[in-house]
């Protein structure tokens, strides 16, 4: 099976490409990334193609990769499954996804990574990273088993949703995941400073009675970690950043040769902590959205190549862990079909270029992942397809996900993926 | 003028001259409480549920008594004793009152924020009557009702509040309800009490308790919790009592005429000393009669208004 996108502005920052071309893509890969535009439509090309899209007027760009997921299943499939996942991401653009460890049981074993590389592939749609845990049952007490994981085909491992509190157990989960070339990706926060604390610690808080989460229980935990990567040598991928002070731990890190790694989401880069007036449980996660001071540190992060990835955090809830009281609300949103939409703002407000904001959103993920990253010739044919001009409506109901709960419904956001190609094949109509 | 207010869910939302009428109804109110038959027929036919998932006794009593004066039917809800402790949920238990046709619901809740939960999702009236650490705007009230009683006036007045502004919601209240009227609010306490960002309610802050009373008209303690001193909040009640405590000695540096105000219960011999349990300038006792007139007051106003919101 051939399929030929054709006339559509390909975007490869991986082989620095960027121009107008046809990408034929046979038997699931990219047989071609930069052959010459087909003025004819009765080329030899189109003859022989089963397939071919017309993309003209459209970004064709290596598929999105979504480092940071929580797919849910198993264990709450009543919030999101491996297929409605899937879906969403497929939706949204994602071509792969990272599957957080932290679902019921936990992925800390063979069984439960293949349960979910086995799910994934039923669905047929966007392709799944599982990501292992660091501690058996994410409970921070002893090593989960990496070599079984790595054997099963986890990629990284991490205990987001909590932090790895015991330092020593942090270095040796660090020292122990390079014999199998593990990346760990770090959720950072000192629950201890952070105990009770429900929002962004500051002025807002404290008018609403809510109590604060000040910026130190992340920073402390990022620098605690980037001592231990010094250490021990190992990949060090930070999970969704959120303050000014951690961005700057990181950039130091980096600029003394620490092989540190970052990522941040949409929301701490569109929205302050101003989103949780009203008590809004649609703007409550964990870490916090933060002040406008930590937005545009967030911001010049993404520009000076500080932070490497956008992921979503897509952390899917039901109506009944969000109509609540909102110190009883669940931590977190959902972002797989928006992620895209919010982050081109990046491009229009001049924060990133459209080539930077490719790297973010695939090649860097999928380098720090250790996956075939870009449009080269022999890559399995991942690509995204985007109209960077269709102006639309974030529409909740719409959602492919099974939840619900995003802060950005009813926002008006321009540009959205038209196709979602997963190895050949087409995974969005 | 209208008062047409469905909830009173906090001082902030309410203006000026919102504030000014409900005091002006409250002193009417008190009245009633002060004859040989204290009850009129203005809420006959009405149900008033209060819903109380945290111990209360003064404010619940307050309530109760409130309600009973303007013949309103009230009934107790306590967390402990309701279908709450089967682990029902807030909405769920206040949509099941509604059902019953509650025209008031008067909430105490340890989540700040949950009187506008149900305000957003209900059409019975809801009075918030402590929320957490946000607002208990009930009790500024009755605390504004009584400055303005003592002192004939609230603007220009200069408020000292002093303890764990941190966890407290009726020092938030009163900062905003005194601010509001033209007062001046000063707060002191120790640093880990004071929380981030006070200063943008519209108070001055001290760490020295002394500056703060300095020149006031109205000195409001607020009552330490004891186990705070597991969240290494101060260090020894016997410290906490001499460095933050209010004694006759300092309040000389307050006006002479100063009024010392605690929201109660008080811990006698911490916040403050035993001294003003029979002093002439302590109004303590004056509160805890405004609070039943004030109480009064929004019942009738927001059970009105909800009466008008159904033949609307």
Same mark, same amino acid.
């Given at each position: 099976?051939?399929?030929?996108?054709?006339?559509?502005?390909?975007?490869?920052? *991986?082989?620095?490409?960027?121009?107008?071309?046809?990408?034929?893509?046979?038997?699931? %890969?990219?047989?071609?990334?930069?052959?010459?535009?087909?003025?004819?439509?009765?080329?030899?090309?189109?003859?022989?193609?089963?397939?071919?899209?017309?993309?003209?007027?459209?970004?064709?760009?290596?598929?999105?990769?979504?480092?940071?997921?929580?797919?849910?299943?198993?264990?709450?499939?009543?919030?999101?499954?491996?297929?409605?996942?899937?879906?969403?991401?497929?939706?949204?653009?994602?071509?792969?996804?990272?599957?957080?460890?932290?679902?019921?049981?936990? #992925?800390?074993?063979?069984?439960?990574?293949?349960?979910?590389?086995?799910? *994934?592939?039923? *669905?047929?749609?966007?392709?799944?990273?599982?990501? +292992?845990?660091?501690?058996?049952?994410?409970?921070?007490?002893?090593?989960?088993?990496?070599? =079984?994981?790595?054997?099963?085909?986890?990629?990284? %491992?991490?205990?987001?949703?909590?932090?790895?509190?015991?330092?020593?157990?942090?270095?040796?989960?660090?020292?122990?995941?390079?014999?199998?070339?593990?990346? %760990?990706?770090?959720?950072?926060?000192?629950? =201890?400073? *952070?105990?009770?604390?429900?929002?962004?610690?500051?002025?807002?808080?404290?008018?609403?009675?809510?109590?604060?989460?000040? #910026?130190?229980?992340?920073?402390?935990?990022?620098?605690?970690?980037?001592?231990?990567?010094?250490?021990?040598?190992?990949?060090?991928?930070?999970?969704?950043?959120?303050?000014?002070?951690?961005?700057?731990?990181?950039?130091?890190?980096?600029?003394?040769?620490?092989?540190?790694?970052?990522?941040?989401?949409?929301?701490?880069?569109?929205?302050?902590?101003?989103?949780?007036?009203?008590?809004?449980?649609?703007?409550?996660?964990?870490?916090?959205?933060?002040?406008?001071?930590?937005?545009?540190?967030?911001?010049?992060?993404?520009?000076?190549?500080?932070?490497?990835?956008?992921?979503?955090?897509?952390?899917?809830?039901?109506?009944?862990?969000?109509?609540?009281?909102?110190?009883?609300?669940?931590?977190? %949103?959902?972002?797989?079909?928006?992620?895209? +939409?919010?982050?081109?703002?990046?491009?229009?407000?001049?924060?990133?270029?459209? #080539?930077?904001?490719?790297?973010?959103?695939?090649?860097?993920?999928?380098?720090?992942?250790?996956?075939?990253?870009?449009?080269?010739?022999?890559?399995?044919?991942?690509?995204?397809?985007?109209?960077?001009?269709?102006?639309?409506?974030?529409?909740?109901?719409?959602?492919?996900?099974?939840?619900?709960?995003?802060?950005?419904?009813?926002?008006?956001?321009?540009?959205?993926?038209?196709?979602?190609?997963?190895?050949?094949?087409?995974?969005?109509? | 003028?209208?008062?047409?207010?469905?909830?009173?869910?906090?001082?902030?939302?309410?203006?000026?001259?919102?504030?000014? &009428?409900?005091?002006?109804?409250?002193?009417?109110?008190?009245?009633?409480?002060?004859?040989?038959?204290?009850?009129?027929?203005?809420?006959?036919?009405?149900?008033?549920?209060?819903? &109380?998932?945290?111990?209360?006794?003064?404010?619940?009593?307050?309530?109760?008594?409130?309600?009973?004066?303007?013949?309103?039917?009230?009934?107790?809800?306590?967390?402990?004793?309701?279908?709450?402790?089967?682990?029902?949920?807030?909405?769920?238990?206040?949509?099941?009152?509604?059902?019953?046709?509650?025209?008031?619901?008067?909430?105490?809740?340890?989540?700040?924020?949950?009187?506008?939960?149900?305000?957003?999702?209900?059409?019975?009236?809801?009075?918030?009557?402590?929320?957490?650490?946000?607002?208990?705007?009930?009790?500024?009230?009755?605390?504004?009702?009584?400055?303005?009683?003592?002192?004939?006036?609230?603007?220009?007045?200069?408020?000292?509040?002093?303890?764990?502004?941190?966890?407290?919601?009726?020092?938030?209240?009163?900062?905003?309800?005194?601010?509001?009227?033209?007062?001046?609010?000063?707060?002191?306490?120790?640093?880990?009490?004071?929380?981030?960002?006070?200063?943008?309610?519209?108070?001055?802050?001290?760490?020295?308790?002394?500056?703060?009373?300095?020149?006031?008209?109205?000195?409001?303690?607020?009552?330490?919790?004891?186990?705070?001193?597991?969240?290494?909040? &101060?260090?020894?009640?016997?410290?906490?009592?001499?460095? &933050?405590?209010?004694?006759?000695?300092?309040?000389?540096?307050?006006?002479?005429?100063?009024?010392?105000?605690?929201?109660?219960?008080?811990?006698?011999?911490?916040?403050?000393?035993?001294?003003?349990?029979?002093?002439?300038?302590?109004?303590?006792?004056?509160?805890?009669?405004?609070?039943?007139?004030?109480?009064?007051?929004?019942?009738?106003?927001?059970?009105?208004?909800?009466?008008?919101?159904?033949?609307?």
């Amino acid at each position: 099976m051939r399929i030929l996108i054709s006339g559509g502005r390909v975007i490869d920052p *991986a082989s620095g490409v960027d121009e107008i071309a046809d990408v034929l893509i046979e038997d699931g %890969i990219v047989q071609s990334a930069k052959c010459k535009v087909q003025s004819d439509s009765t080329s030899h090309f189109s003859l022989l193609t089963s397939h071919c899209i017309d993309a003209s007027g459209k970004l064709v760009v290596p598929g999105l990769i979504d480092m940071h997921v929580h797919l849910r299943e198993p264990g709450h499939e009543y919030k999101e499954t491996i297929q409605s996942g899937c879906a969403a991401a497929a939706a949204g653009g994602f071509t792969a996804v990272c599957a957080m460890p932290n679902t019921h049981p936990v #992925n800390d074993n063979r069984q439960i990574t293949e349960y979910i590389l086995n799910k *994934a592939k039923d *669905a047929g749609l966007s392709r799944v990273y599982p990501v +292992g845990a660091i501690s058996k049952g994410l409970s921070g007490e002893r090593l989960s088993e990496y070599g =079984e994981l790595k054997d099963a085909g986890v990629l990284a %491992i991490s205990d987001d949703g909590k932090p790895v509190i015991n330092s020593r157990l942090m270095r040796r989960a660090m020292e122990y995941a390079k014999a199998f070339d593990l990346l %760990i990706i770090s959720h950072c926060e000192d629950l =201890e400073l *952070a105990t009770g604390g429900v929002m962004n610690e500051g002025a807002l808080a404290t008018q609403m009675g809510l109590a604060g989460i000040p #910026n130190a229980v992340e920073s402390i935990m990022v620098m605690r970690d980037i001592a231990l990567c010094e250490l021990t040598g190992a990949r060090l991928h930070i999970a969704h950043v959120s303050t000014a002070e951690s961005v700057r731990a990181i950039r130091e890190a980096k600029k003394r040769g620490c092989p540190v790694t970052a990522e941040t989401a949409p929301h701490y880069f569109m929205l302050t902590e101003d989103a949780v007036t009203g008590y809004n449980t649609h703007a409550k996660m964990n870490p916090p959205l933060r002040s406008e001071k930590d937005r545009e540190a967030i911001r010049e992060g993404l520009a000076d190549g500080t932070i490497d990835a956008i992921v979503t955090d897509h952390a899917p809830h039901s109506l009944l862990e969000k109509d609540t009281e909102f110190d009883a609300a669940a931590n977190g %949103i959902i972002g797989l079909e928006t992620s895209l +939409g919010l982050s081109l703002k990046l491009v229009e407000q001049g924060v990133l270029s459209l #080539n930077t904001l490719i790297e973010k959103m695939s090649i860097n993920p999928a380098r720090i992942l250790g996956v075939p990253m870009g449009l080269t010739v022999g890559n399995p044919a991942d690509i995204t397809i985007i109209d960077p001009d269709m102006a639309w409506t974030v529409n909740s109901e719409k959602f492919r996900s099974l939840s619900r709960n995003t802060p950005f419904n009813g926002w008006e956001l321009k540009g959205q993926a038209v196709y979602t190609i997963v190895g050949g094949k087409i995974c969005t109509t | 003028m209208q008062f047409n207010k469905k909830d009173i869910l906090d001082i902030a939302s309410l203006s000026c001259e919102e504030i000014a &009428f409900i005091l002006d109804t409250a002193d009417k109110m008190k009245e009633i409480s002060q004859r040989p038959v204290k009850k009129v027929p203005i809420l006959r036919g009405k149900t008033v549920v209060l819903f &109380f998932y945290e111990a209360s006794t003064r404010t619940r009593s307050s309530f109760d008594i409130a309600a009973k004066r303007l013949s309103a039917d009230s009934i107790s809800l306590a967390a402990s004793s309701s279908s709450i402790s089967k682990g029902e949920s807030l909405i769920d238990t206040a949509k099941n009152l509604q059902a019953m046709n509650a025209d008031v619901i008067v909430i105490r809740h340890s989540a700040s924020g949950a009187p506008h939960l149900l305000a957003s999702q209900l059409k019975s009236g809801i009075i918030n009557a402590g929320d957490g650490t946000h607002a208990h705007p009930t009790q500024a009230l009755l605390d504004m009702m009584t400055v303005r009683e003592k002192k004939g006036r609230l603007k220009g007045l200069r408020i000292a509040i002093i303890g764990d502004i941190a966890h407290s919601r009726v020092a938030r209240s009163n900062i905003v309800g005194f601010n509001k009227m033209g007062a001046e609010v000063v707060l002191a306490g120790p640093p880990t009490m004071i929380p981030s960002g006070v200063e943008s309610l519209g108070a001055k802050v001290f760490y020295d308790i002394d500056r703060a009373v300095e020149g006031a008209d109205v000195v409001m303690m607020l009552r330490i919790q004891k186990e705070r001193q597991k969240n290494f909040l &101060f260090s020894t009640e016997r410290e906490y009592a001499k460095v &933050f405590g209010l004694n006759k000695q300092r309040l000389k540096r307050a006006k002479s005429d100063v009024i010392v105000m605690h929201p109660g219960p008080v811990n006698w011999g911490l916040e403050i000393s035993p001294e003003f349990m029979e002093s002439p300038g302590s109004v303590i006792l004056d509160q805890v009669e405004n609070g039943v007139a004030v109480r009064m007051a929004l019942l009738y106003l927001v059970a009105g208004c909800t009466r008008n919101a159904d033949t609307d």
